[in-house]
């Protein structure tokens, strides 16, 4: 495999391709509202007008407006259209020059489109999933060229190093600072492995991008394993997302067979081997200890750290663990280079994040921008508001490891530090927003809960400190609590955090603590009413 | 702070033993060939326990005693061990799955959007709890943590079939046409 034959299944593919194409969306969410029969509502639209020969129809990635889904895009003429029904086929592709005016149509230019800025998404939406040559027409795997055959793995290291890059997962590690540390590691078995278990109730933005573009992911693990010098790989996959499975099932069959992965990639020394893990439903197992139990095959529970899983990972060997996301940025730095990688965004925060927007939301779906717009702008220009005009609340970043984030601070600028000084993190990339309706303390007692629940049991702090925790809620939510519930409330809080073994557990209080910090009247307002009927205080009936 | 055990066996994707370790089960159930060849797919590697424990799972619907033990046998792994990985996951199942399965997912778009609510109508509507099935067997109502759906919350899935935007009412309704007519 040679540029040049990359180039000619580009070539075979635009020749291939008819005057005009119809995109449908096949990511989940447009699944479950029906795009397949639209699909096939439309390839009979197509044989019965005779069109064979001029117009196709192709499935396609995520196009972002997933509340408004199906959506179809008609290439060219981009017209887009929403909430498509199959019986509205016909009048579609009858439309040669003009919209069909009686299907409802959302508008690229509006913000919600217009605001945004791809690296991970720039094909989502184009690209076909399930052909490994739609991807290649699309300058897939070039960058996996250049890092091979142009560049040595240290520049690699050197250039993501350069690029800013963070970590997307949640934490933000620098990417390149992880890269250099197993590349540094003697040389000999090393892992590179892709943490997909988006456990975060809310999140999907790795569900999408695995979905609707698995080889830029895919390209973006062997450049890794390339800096590094890892042979073997994994992607950790949650088995509720059967559809990304099969996808990814698919990229790694056809990037082997036209010898982009397995033995001798681009006929270099280069091997890498990449499987597929299904998580059996286990939040814990997002943590990257945890995540490396559970490949072995074992329970998913965390261990201390250090040593780090750079140096020891998988079966003792040195490991590079990153998100999805993280992936997907490096084939878009190798191939545009890290100075055009670092202008984008802020000081500390480069690039651009893909956010899950969601919950009372007008526009909710799929969105990625750059670093350091305000929250403001994601949820109420892009975002549209909340839909029935009501008030917004607070934004939630971050699941159960993040916190609510009042209207207030709807300025604050999305990077990982001014997220951190509010008491929130950036997280993996779910955003929900709530309105007036919402009741915080339930809100933190529905957190609690869920960690409660995923708690793996392995140490005290988290295994006893959330029940306790939520105990509390429960209690002060119900108007039974007073307040030496709500100074124990906050003790334990800080003892959980300080004391827990992973990182489920040292954020598991953060939605209590941020919740307390912004809307503590809403606590407070229990305990009064608690004192006006008057009852004797009782032992607490924990639920 | 020392590193954990580790799994026994060589990462190199190559050395995972041929021998048929597993005695034919003895009560003949053909699912077990089934299993047999599931157990090949992943060269009765013992880190594959988690994939053959799904396998396990797709073809007997839950993993009762014997096929725990059957897996560990033909893994030569404790029984300890497979019973505290299964047992780990949310995904398997040590009861039998009624005729039909409602799922509500709890994900965090979906509870601001009223899934508790929904959920609270279908237990009122079964006669069961979250995480149960009918006495009778004919539906089994569960929850999920998040199905990434979130774009149309709330979601539930009726029988593997994922729907977006569902109200209450139209749920109980669905589930209540399963109870009127047990053969669709």
Redesign the interface.
């Known amino acids: 495999m040679e540029p040049s034959d990359l180039d000619a299944i580009a070539e075979r593919e635009r020749a291939s391709a008819k005057p005009r194409r119809i995109r449908v969306c096949s990511a989940?969410?447009c699944?479950?509202?029906g795009a397949r029969s639209v699909r096939i509502g439309l390839e009979d639209a197509i044989a019965q007008g005779g069109l064979a020969d001029r117009v196709e129809v192709s499935d396609v990635g995520c196009m972002r407006?997933?509340?408004e889904?199906p959506l179809i895009q008609d290439d060219p003429g981009g017209t887009m259209y929403k909430r498509v029904r199959p019986e509205q086929a016909p009048a579609i592709v009858a439309a040669f020059d003009a919209p069909a005016a009686e299907v409802d149509q959302a508008d690229p230019k509006s913000a919600f489109f217009a605001r945004q800025f791809s690296i991970v998404l720039q094909n989502s939406g184009v690209v076909e999933p399930e052909r490994i040559e739609s991807a290649v027409a699309l300058g897939g795997y070039r960058a996996l060229h250049h890092a091979i055959r142009e560049m040595t793995p240290a520049q690699v290291v050197q250039e993501v190093t350069a690029s800013g890059l963070r970590g997307r997962g949640g934490a933000g590690y620098p990417t390149g600072l992880k890269w250099a540390t197993v590349a540094k590691m003697p040389a000999g078995?090393k892992f590179v492995v892709c943490n997909a278990d988006?456990?975060?109730?809310?999140?999907?933005m790795d569900?999408s991008v695995l979905e609707s573009d698995p080889h830029r992911v895919l390209e973006g693990m062997a450049i890794a394993a390339y800096a590094v010098g890892a042979d073997?790989g994994y992607l950790y996959v949650r088995?509720?997302?059967p559809l990304a499975i099969q996808r990814l099932e698919k990229a790694i069959k056809d990037a082997k067979r036209l010898g982009l992965l397995g033995t001798g990639i681009f006929d270099s020394p280069l091997n890498l081997?990449l499987d597929v893990?299904?998580?059996?439903?286990?939040?814990v197992c997002g943590e990257e200890t945890a995540l490396i139990?559970?490949?072995?095959?074992?329970?998913?529970?965390p261990?201390?750290r250090?040593?780090y899983p750079a140096e020891?990972g998988?079966?003792?060997?040195p490991t590079l663990i990153n998100n999805v996301e993280t992936f997907a940025n490096i084939p878009a730095i190798i191939g545009k280079g890290a100075a055009w990688f670092a202008s984008i965004g802020t000081e500390r925060s480069k690039g651009t994040k893909v956010f899950?927007l969601?919950?009372?939301i007008r526009n909710?779906?799929?969105v990625e921008v750059p670093m350091g717009l305000s929250l403001r702008e994601i949820v109420e220009e892009i975002g549209g508001g909340s839909p029935e005009g009501r008030p917004i609340k607070a934004v939630?970043t971050g699941?159960p490891s993040g916190g609510c984030i009042p209207a207030e601070h709807l300025d604050t600028p999305v990077d990982y530090e001014s997220l951190a000084r509010l008491g929130s993190i950036m997280g993996s990339g779910?955003m929900?927003?709530?309105d007036d309706t919402?009741d915080m303390v339930d809100v933190a007692k529905?957190f609690m809960k869920?960690c409660m629940d995923e708690s793996?049991g392995k140490c005290i702090p988290c295994r006893a400190g959330t029940v306790q925790l939520h105990g509390l809620l429960e209690r002060i939510g119900g108007g039974r609590g007073d307040r030496t519930d709500l100074a124990k409330l906050e003790s334990l809080c800080d003892m959980v955090k300080a004391t827990s073994l992973c990182g489920l557990g040292q954020s598991a209080p953060n939605p209590v603590l941020s919740t307390l910090r912004f809307f503590r009247s809403e606590y407070e307002s229990r305990l009064e009413d608690r004192s006006s009927e008057a009852a004797p205080a009782t032992n607490s009936p924990r639920g | 702070?020392n590193?954990?055990p580790?799994?026994p066996?060589p990462?190199?994707?190559r050395s995972g033993r041929t021998s048929n370790a597993a005695e034919p089960h003895p009560s003949g159930d053909p699912r077990f060939k089934l299993l047999d060849a599931a157990l090949k797919r992943h060269r009765r590697?013992?880190?594959?326990?988690?994939?053959v424990?799904?396998s396990a799972q797709e073809l007997f619907g839950k993993l009762d005693a014997d096929v725990l033990i059957y897996v560990a046998r033909g893994l030569e792994l404790p029984p300890s061990?497979v019973y505290?990985?299964a047992t780990?996951?949310?995904?398997?199942t040590f009861t039998a799955k009624g005729e039909h399965t409602c799922t509500v997912c709890?994900?965090?778009?979906c509870?601001?959007?009223g899934a508790e609510q929904i959920l609270a109508a279908l237990e009122d509507a079964t006669g069961i709890a979250a995480g149960r099935t009918r006495p009778d067997g004919r539906i089994s109502l569960e929850t999920?943590?998040?199905?990434?759906?979130?774009?149309?919350?709330p979601?539930v899935v009726f029988d593997g079939?994922?729907?977006?935007k569902v109200s209450a009412a139209a749920a109980v309704e669905h589930v209540k046409g399963w109870l009127a007519d047990g053969t669709e």
């Open positions: 989940a969410g699944l479950s509202a407006l997933c509340c889904g078995r988006e456990g975060d109730p809310g999140a999907f569900r073997q088995g509720e997302y081997r893990r299904i998580g059996a439903g286990a939040f139990a559970s490949i072995e095959g074992g329970r998913g529970t261990r201390p250090p040593p020891s998988l079966w003792g060997e899950a969601a919950g009372k909710a779906g799929l939630q699941g779910g929900i927003v709530m919402t529905y869920f793996c | 702070m590193a954990p580790r799994a066996l990462p190199d994707g590697r013992q880190d594959a326990l988690i994939e424990l799904q061990r505290g990985t780990f996951y949310h995904m398997f709890t994900g965090t778009a509870y601001v959007k999920a943590r998040c199905l990434g759906s979130c774009g149309i919350a979601v079939g994922v729907e977006g």
